[in-house]
T-cell receptor, first 113, second 114 residues
Framework: DAGVIQSPRHEVTEMGQEVTLRCKPI?????LFWYRQTMMRGLELLIY????????DSGMPEDRFSAKMPNASFSTLKIQPSEPRDSAVYFC???????????FGQGTRLTVV | AQKVTQAQTEISVVEKEDVTLDCVYE???????LFWYKQPPSGELVFLIR??????QNEISGRYSWNFQKSTSSFNFTITASQVVDSAVYFC???????????FGSGTRLQVQP
């Protein structure tokens, strides 16, 4: 099992640019989560999907952030336009049906300069 | 609202010492799940254990053990005979049946010195 796969692992971009983070969940898992980790706020949920449908997006900071899950094997998190305060590590995680432990990807370290 | 508190920001021990990481949680739900995750210096989040609110049995896995006490809303984690490889940030987390997402504590950084 390859685990949750995120790309890119590192992204450096200039303020104002569009950034797209990608995630491939573990095959057969039907819930997918996007978390953000910063020194100030720790690990916080941005959004989660169940069976490709967004269930809770209350953690999405503002309209500059959007997430999609077009199919069971792929999700994107987009930031447009990016700002320096978006610099963080973004984690994707997936969970099999009926279980609650989430399995995390390696994370994408985003730096907005 | 759910809340997880890890009051210990950083702990430093010498190899072979035992160490306990504290976790206190708040939730209004009667059914909930508690977790511990490990984040080594490489940055990934590694799942260690899940406990549900109906199972207060303590669990031991090798050098790791967990003590769940509903009466004090605590879910503490003990590493016996710590090793340098145990150096990491450890997160306690909580979820409930209504909201499957995890609420994390702020983490405890454990440094094990040789």
């Amino acid at each position: 099992d390859a685990g949750v796969i995120q790309s890119p692992r590192h992204e450096v971009t200039e303020m104002g640019q569009e950034v797209t983070l990608r995630c491939k969940p573990i095959s057969g898992h039907n819930s997918l989560f996007w978390y953000r980790q910063t020194m100030m706020r720790g690990l916080e949920l941005l959004i989660y999907f169940n069976n490709n449908v967004p269930i809770d997006d209350s953690g999405m900071p503002e309209d500059r952030f959007s997430a999609k899950m077009p199919n069971a094997s792929f999700s994107t998190l987009k930031i447009q336009p990016s700002e320096p305060r978006d610099s963080a590590v973004y984690f994707c995680a997936s969970t099999p049906g009926g279980a609650y432990e989430a399995f995390f990807g390696q994370g994408t370290r985003l730096t907005v300069v | 609202a759910q809340k997880v508190t890890q009051a210990q920001t950083e702990i430093s021990v010498v190899e072979k010492e035992d160490v306990t990481l504290d976790c206190v949680y708040e939730t209004r739900d009667t059914t909930y799940y508690l977790f511990w995750y490990k984040q080594p210096p490489s940055g990934e989040l590694v799942f260690l254990i899940r406990r549900n609110s109906f199972d207060e049995q303590n669990e031991i896995s090798g050098r790791y053990s967990w003590n769940f006490q509903k009466s004090t809303s605590s879910f503490n984690f003990t590493i016996t005979a710590s090793q340098v490889v145990d150096s990491a940030v450890y997160f306690c987390a909580l979820s409930d049946t209504g909201r499957r997402a995890l609420t994390f504590g702020s983490g405890t950084r454990l440094q094990v010195q040789p």
